[in-house]
């Protein structure tokens, strides 16, 4: 028996999924170790071997925040010192940037602190035109200055990035070698390679984040790979990349920028697929974590992907602040996201306001209630409410102390009055009007009416809040998967392995640029065909995916076209995503062909998911309850019954107020909400 094992490392709780060939499946739970990430992954894995044998496990697929908690300057992940090659005359565009302010009105507004420090960013001596054609000769002496600079301050993490590399990176090779061959152990990052597309700001930026996080992420996958190696794994280990796709682990570490937004990109991978089984065209993904919650937007079984982020960058109400972060030019899942999680910490304002967030109680010491921390958090107030289990999570295995939580709400409640439960109440308020604004940036504030939308719910704490925050974007219906508090996990399990190739190509969108196209593609085909054979993807397991960005001449941003037939059907499929998009298309204005990129997927086995017969809805059988306990609807505690997922079958239905636990979350179905197992065993809620 083979077993396909999914890891994802969370920011409270590291979740584990495994998948056996005849559709068994084991869920494992355990605290993250924010220190040492890879830690808690091994724990997850060793849970999992207590009961089976290293050689059944055929897969390990793991997501991890490791990149982006290096950029945020968690402590014992400092970033290295880096060294910025590029052209005479170009040092400083990492600081100068684009005009984007994170705070237009703020006279001093403090700039993100570049990566590669100025006296750290050399200059060499050449100078190539637009079209790749050389007008300045490289100059052996500058490059050996530069080497040499390099070597004497001991600098590892070294990124080169020249005057339009994009179109012909020779000169970035030889100066390359010339710091090789004078630090054998530095780790060097070319533009040419990480990110070969126009734009020099945004191209540099990528590069040099890329730099700074090698040395971090390669030592950390080589602890994951030693690890796993000294239980007896000897499977291929995957890692989540933020467009979706998964890499093996010599291909991640050569590109750490790719997984910067590594975790959250499995949730929605998962979304997508249970979303595309149950045939619904357009989904919301809502996950909610321990310490943040976030929405993503899926049309046809599709995320939405986005072409860059900014990395460290910061968030208002769960909007990317423009100017605050570092620009990463790699697609990544489109997700909106704010700091509201179980975790959340709740709090009093200078004028005796009630707050929730943004700061996290994380994993270490965790909610009151866990028996360590005595702040008031997200999940102390669920717990007051008696929404949450006020005795223990995870099937009895983990203790819950709703005494502790009681007291660290009554801290924040007493100058407020002392109504202890009146407290939680706003407090989770709070955090479900926090969280609806992530969805209205994904649904209504780009154009689509909620309404269309079905709401899937995961994350340990998503279940729990999802009829509240579905009320207030008006979504009439939700899906609770089987296993939402590791939904993410299962989504390493539904993900393919995929490698991206992009050639720079600006120009009108004619019969020359698509004859350009054509070459790039097939260029750039070959390309991701060798990089799936390096990963040991079958040749009959791959497919490519061409792809134009295109914009209408004189704009700033692209859209992404996928496999045009001819370019009257890339041009017309880019007006109707710009309308779709932005609400209208303009289709008289000329149009410009700006990227060719090819996506190479490597297709992996997937969980499978087949319906049974649910035989009409009716009431759950009397072994499905597990008793009843007063919880709070909203207005006051009223008699709620509990039901035992496990005992649920398909076709069992109930009105709520209703309460609905498992191993892994809790399900709270509001007073005006009906509850349903459908033949996958999702709950589908539909709002009375």
Not at 45 to 57: H, S, W, Y
Not at 159 to 169: F, Q
Not at 369 to 380: A, E, I, K, L, N
Not at 637 to 661: K, N, Q, S
Request: aromatic content about 6%; overall charge negative.
């Amino acid at each position: 028996m083979s077993w396909r094992v999914g890891i994802d490392i969370g920011g409270t709780f590291t979740d584990l999924v495994a998948l056996a060939g005849d559709g068994r499946l084991v869920r494992a739970k355990v605290a993250s170790t924010p220190r040492a990430p890879e830690a808690g992954l091994l724990v997850a894995l060793d849970a999992l071997l207590a009961d089976i044998a290293p050689d059944e496990i055929a897969i390990v697929a793991h997501a991890s925040t490791i990149a982006t908690n290096a950029l945020l300057g968690q402590m014992h992940l400092e970033l290295p010192r880096v060294a910025f090659v590029t052209t005479e005359g170009f040092r400083d565009v990492l600081e100068i940037g684009r005009q984007n302010r994170s705070a237009i009105y703020d006279l001093n507004v403090t700039r993100p602190r570049p990566l590669a420090r100025r006296e750290d960013r050399l200059v060499v001596r050449e100078r190539r035109l637009a079209d790749g054609s050389v007008l300045v000769a490289l100059d052996a002496p500058s490059v050996q200055r530069a080497a040499a600079t390099v070597a004497e301050r001991g600098i590892r993490a070294v990124a080169v990035g020249l005057l339009h590399a994009d179109i012909d990176g020779s000169h970035e090779r030889v100066v390359a070698d010339a710091i090789r061959a004078a630090s054998p152990e530095a780790e060097i990052s070319l533009s040419s390679e990480i990110d070969p597309q126009y734009r020099e700001f945004e191209r540099f930026s990528t590069t040099v984040v890329n730099a700074a996080l090698a040395p971090i992420v390669r030592a950390y996958l080589d602890r994951v790979a030693t690890g796993v190696r000294a239980r007896g794994v000897r499977a291929p280990i995957f890692v989540m990349r933020s467009d979706g796709g998964m890499a093996a682990l010599d291909s991640a570490a050569q590109l750490p920028a790719t997984l910067i937004e590594s975790g959250p990109a499995s949730g929605v991978i998962a979304a997508a697929y249970v979303g595309r089984a149950l045939a619904l065209d357009d989904v919301l993904s809502f996950d909610m974590g321990g310490t943040t919650a976030k929405a993503g937007t899926i049309f046809g079984g599709v995320p939405e992907v986005s072409a860059s982020f900014e990395a460290a960058g910061t968030t208002h109400s769960g909007r990317s602040v423009k100017g605050s972060g570092y620009p990463v030019r790699f697609p990544f899942i489109d997700l909106a996201e704010v700091s509201a999680g179980g975790g959340t910490i709740a709090w009093l304002d200078a004028a005796g306001s009630l707050r929730v967030g943004p700061t996290s109680a994380g994993a270490d010491p965790g909610p009151a209630c866990y028996g360590h921390g005595d702040r008031p958090t997200v999940t102390d107030a669920n717990v007051v409410l008696r929404r949450s289990n006020p005795q223990a999570l995870l099937d009895g295995a983990f203790p819950i102390d709703a005494d502790r939580a009681r007291a660290a709400i009554a801290s924040v409640a007493a100058p407020l009055g002392g109504d202890v439960e009146r407290t939680a109440a706003g407090i989770v308020t709070l955090v479900d009007a926090e969280m609806a604004k992530v969805l209205r940036i994904v649904s209504v504030e780009r154009g689509h009416d909620a309404r269309d939308f079905t709401l899937l719910a995961f994350g340990g704490g998503g279940p729990l809040h999802a009829c509240a925050v579905a009320d207030e974007i008006a979504v009439a219906r939700i899906v609770v998967p089987p296993h939402p508090g590791v939904f993410s996990a299962y989504g390493l399990l539904a993900a393919d392995v995929r490698a991206t190739a992009v050639r720079s190509l600006v120009a009108p969108a004619g019969d020359a640029a698509w004859s350009r196209a054509q070459a790039l593609f097939d260029e750039l085909a070959r390309a991701g065909d060798a990089a799936l054979a390096d990963q040991e993807i079958p040749p009959a397991e791959r497919t490519f995916v061409r792809e134009l960005d295109l914009r209408y001449v004189g704009q700033s941003t692209e859209l992404t076209v996928v496999a045009p037939a001819s370019l009257a059907a890339a041009v017309e499929g880019f007006h109707q995503r710009h309308e779709r998009r932005y609400g209208f298309a303009a289709r008289r204005d000329p149009v410009e062909i700006v990227t060719v990129r090819v996506v190479a997927v490597g297709t992996t086995p997937k969980p499978r998911l087949v319906a049974r017969d649910t035989g009409g809805p009716r009431p759950p059988e009397p072994a499905a309850l597990r008793g009843r306990r007063e919880v709070y609807d909203g207005r006051a505690f009223v008699d709620t019954p509990v039901y035992d997922r496990r005992r649920l079958r398909p076709g069992d239905a109930f009105d709520g107020p209703a309460v609905i636990e498992q191993y892994d979350a809790t399900t709270y179905v509001a007073p005006n909400w009906h509850a349903q197992v459908d033949g996958f065993d999702n709950l589908s809620l539909v709002r009375r």
